[in-house]
């Protein structure tokens, strides 16, 4: 057994993650018989702002709504292999989660957790009026915000762990700090060794999208292969002391490790592979070396680190009036362009009733529908198969509920009102959050953790 070696494995890249991923990875790190610890990673900007809805309308609520269906699959075998679980399943309420995670516990027959909780990154909690208003984009000024998070880093996350968490539940943290924490624990790194934070900071950057880096998003049939995809594992990074790690993946699972699929999430969401800004170290991986050094293994080492950012990333989301989609089917000859008359139908009747500022997208389902388009136009050197069926989609930014009705019953009545042959109409008014970005001095914010019981 090597001591030396943390092993981290990941159960969730996202909060609609497959329930059962975990169990593998579980099975995996306890028979190494390495100190080891799962991450989840369930939290989006989009998913924070919904939590905070919730969390208004019940002050219990706004916490990772699968936390449960996550963790009862694997609880009992981490409490009894002593492999501590770090997750940001507190999404606007991590002191609600902590105590969800004690309940379910109970149920199961788990033993008494220390489940700790960081918290210090809601801004609209932690700042007077006054300050939000001079972080806040010009844009946004006077706008009701939904939520406003910063990215804080893993130094609490690596604090809750010394003191003996079993579970660390945060709400925004940078993804990587989910498993920069358990490495600053574990190897005592201090805050300043900018090589090794960005070594461990790039770890938990393979590990924070989950089956991406095994094989996942990489799929593509006939030019990258991915074998049982169905079964896909999920990652593990096995790091060692000096920051140096080796990604596999679950043992007895489907997908592949290999330089590409490791290179590609290396590389995602990336905006300067030399200056990969985080709350806990400037990342460069400029200079890295990935090595294939065995089936399903894979060896990162030469990333360098620099001196932290001066600020945090926050993201502001905010109440975005209304969209509106609808579908219509058109089939058989000349299907296409009936389609793109029914558009045009659409655009004509909302002018004649008075939306002349309402911007209708139209796409063709399958022909074109997945580009920057909002003027619908792309499609026009695009034609569908003759004879064949295409899918009609209509949305509309709307600034109320009420012309976001008016788009959508004009969608329902080209049912009789032609062109002919449309079917199959589906229409949904969802209301919208938008976001915007800015920075906050890291002294404005206490950044904090504590147990929760």
């Known amino acids: 057994?090597?001591?030396?070696?943390?092993?981290?494995?990941?159960?969730?890249?996202?909060?609609?993650?497959?329930?059962?991923?975990?169990?593998?990875?579980?099975?995996?790190?306890?028979?190494?018989?390495?100190?080891?610890?799962?991450?989840?990673?369930?939290?989006?900007?989009?998913t924070l702002a919904l939590a905070q809805l919730k969390r208004r309308q019940d002050p219990d609520s706004g916490w990772e709504p699968s936390l449960e269906r996550f963790l009862a699959p694997v609880l009992k075998d981490c409490a009894d292999s002593r492999i501590p679980i770090v997750s940001n399943f507190g999404a606007a309420n991590p002191a609600g989660a902590a105590r969800r995670i004690h309940a379910l516990a109970a149920r199961l027959g788990v033993r008494e957790l220390k489940v700790a909780v960081v918290e210090g990154d809601d801004l609209l909690a932690a700042l007077p009026p006054s300050r939000m208003e001079q972080l806040?984009?010009?844009?946004?000024?006077?706008?009701?915000?939904?939520?406003?998070?910063?990215?804080?880093?893993?130094?609490?996350?690596?604090?809750?762990?010394?003191?003996?968490?079993?579970?660390?539940?945060?709400?925004?943290?940078?993804?990587?700090?989910?498993?920069l924490g358990p490495m600053l624990a574990h190897f005592?790194?201090?805050?300043?060794?900018?090589?090794?934070?960005?070594?461990?900071?790039?770890?938990?950057?393979?590990?924070?999208?989950?089956?991406?880096?095994?094989?996942?998003?990489?799929?593509?049939?006939?030019?990258?292969?991915?074998?049982?995809?169905?079964?896909?594992?999920?990652?593990?990074?096995?790091?060692?002391?000096?920051?140096?790690?080796?990604?596999?993946?679950?043992?007895?699972?489907?997908?592949?490790?290999?330089?590409?699929?490791?290179?590609?999430?290396?590389?995602?969401?990336?905006?300067?592979?030399?200056?990969?800004?985080?709350?806990?170290?400037?990342?460069?991986?400029?200079?890295?070396d990935v090595e294939q050094v065995g089936a399903d293994r894979v060896r990162v080492t030469g990333v360098r680190g620099h001196v932290k950012p001066p600020t945090l990333k926050a993201t502001l989301?905010?109440?975005?009036?209304?969209?509106?989609?609808?579908?219509?089917?058109?089939?058989?000859?000349?299907?296409?362009?009936?389609?793109?008359?029914?558009?045009?139908?659409?655009?004509?009747?909302?002018?004649?009733?008075?939306?002349?500022?309402?911007?209708?997208?139209?796409?063709?389902?399958?022909?074109?529908?997945?580009?920057?388009?909002?003027?619908?136009?792309?499609?026009?050197?695009?034609?569908?198969?003759?004879?064949?069926?295409?899918r009609l989609r209509l949305a509309a930014g709307c600034a109320t509920k009420e012309e976001a009705d008016a788009m959508l019953r004009e969608v329902l009545a080209l049912y009789t009102c032609g062109p002919a042959g449309g079917g199959g109409v589906r229409t949904q008014a969802t209301p919208r959050l938008a976001s915007d970005s800015c920075f906050v001095p890291r002294e404005w914010l206490h950044t904090r953790w504590s147990f929760v019981r």
Request: glycine share 12%; aromatic share 8%; hydrophobic share 45%.
């Open 188 to 288: 005592g790194w201090s805050m300043d060794d900018w090589d090794r934070l960005a070594c461990g900071t790039m770890a938990g950057h393979l590990l924070e999208c989950g089956a991406q880096v095994t094989g996942g998003y990489f799929a593509d049939p006939g030019i990258k292969d991915v074998p049982r995809l169905a079964e896909v594992g999920f990652p593990i990074v096995e790091m060692e002391a000096d920051g140096t790690f080796t990604v596999t993946k679950a043992a007895h699972t489907g997908g592949r490790v290999d330089r590409m699929t490791v290179t590609e999430q290396l590389l995602y969401e990336l905006h300067d592979p030399a200056e990969y800004l985080t709350p806990d170290v400037v990342a460069d991986i400029s200079y890295a």
């Open 136 to 179: 806040l984009p010009s844009a946004l000024h006077g706008r009701p915000l939904v939520s406003a998070n910063a990215y804080i880093g893993a130094r609490e996350i690596a604090q809750a762990l010394k003191e003996g968490a079993d579970i660390v539940v945060t709400g925004r943290v940078a993804d990587p700090a989910l498993a």
């Open 317 to 390: 989301c905010y109440e975005g009036g209304w969209l509106a989609e609808g579908e219509i089917s058109y089939a058989g000859p000349n299907a296409d362009q009936r389609a793109r008359l029914a558009a045009e139908v659409v655009r004509d009747r909302l002018r004649l009733l008075g939306h002349d500022s309402l911007r209708v997208r139209a796409d063709l389902i399958g022909v074109a529908s997945v580009f920057a388009d909002d003027a619908g136009r792309w499609w026009d050197g695009f034609d569908a198969p003759a004879g064949g069926d295409v």
């Open 1 to 46: 057994m090597k001591v030396d070696t943390l092993h981290i494995g990941c159960g969730a890249g996202f909060s609609g993650d497959r329930w059962d991923a975990a169990v593998p990875v579980v099975a995996t790190l306890r028979a190494s018989g390495c100190p080891a610890v799962l991450i989840f990673e369930t939290l989006a900007e989009r």
